[in-house]
T-cell receptor
Framework: GENVEQHPSTLSVQEGDSAVIKCTYS??????FPWYKQELGKGPQLIID?????GEKKDQRIAVTLNKTAKHFSLHITETQPEDSAVYFC?????FGTGTRLTIIP | DAGVIQSPRHEVTEMGQEVTLRCKPI?????LFWYRQTMMRGLELLIY????????DSGMPEDRFSAKMPNASFSTLKIQPSEPRDSAVYFC????????????FGDGTRLSIL
């Protein structure tokens, strides 16, 4: 991957509401798109990933969608909780987005 | 199970000094990655190894940086001589593959060059 754009850079959401983070990538040959969550003082931790042969994947409150034609992929967190507050990174194989600081307002 | 282990957790040193960061990957993982994280540049891949062999070092900033992986359970990232602009958090990660497998990150080394 050459370039991954991630939006928004910051996001505040009321507890219980949904949060959506979007990324675009440039290399149409890329096949693997992970999402990582980074808490203060820790390294990024994988929360969900998707491969190019799948359009959507869900794991409890977290889902990821991939549109290969448009080169977009998105992270959806439903029923947000205070512990979801962190910085989230998308990645296109080994290239990371710039991160989204998500704050859940109690 | 032990995750990726990095040492030291924090390093403060004066410019011009040599700095060595260490990493122990997860046992059985065959790929190891070094990243640098700063506010300005985000998370940048510096170099990665597959089966102890450096595959892509295009992210290494300059000749002052070098990385080695003498065996499957140990890697070092060395900066000599260090400069204030090298101040950052350096992460090591390991995985079962290169770009198509989940990476497991250590908790990083926070490096401050005075």
């Amino acid at each position: 991957g050459e370039n991954v754009e991630q939006h928004p850079s910051t996001l505040s959401v009321q507890e219980g509401d949904s949060a959506v983070i979007k990324c675009t990538y440039s290399d149409s040959a890329s096949n693997y798109f992970p999402w990582y969550k980074q808490e203060l003082g820790k390294g990024p931790q994988l929360i969900i990933d998707i491969r190019s042969n799948v359009g959507e994947k869900k794991d409890q409150r977290i889902a990821v969608t991939l549109n290969k034609t448009a080169k977009h992929f998105s992270l959806h967190i439903t029923e947000t909780q205070p512990e979801d507050s962190a910085v989230y990174f998308c990645a296109e194989e080994l290239t990371f987005g710039t991160g989204t600081r998500l704050t859940i307002i109690p | 199970d032990a995750g990726v282990i990095q040492s030291p957790r924090h390093e403060v040193t004066e410019m011009g000094q040599e700095v060595t960061l260490r990493c122990k990957p997860i046992s059985g993982h065959n790929s190891l990655f070094w990243y640098r994280q700063t506010m300005m540049r985000g998370l940048e891949l510096l170099i990665y190894f597959n089966n102890n062999v450096p595959i892509d070092d295009s992210g290494m900033p300059e000749d002052r940086f070098s990385a080695k992986m003498p065996n499957a359970s140990f890697s070092t990232l060395k900066i000599q001589p260090s400069e204030p602009r090298d101040s950052a958090v350096y992460f090591c990660a390991s995985s079962l593959g290169a770009g198509d497998q989940p990476q497991h990150f250590g908790d990083g080394t926070r490096l401050s060059i005075l």
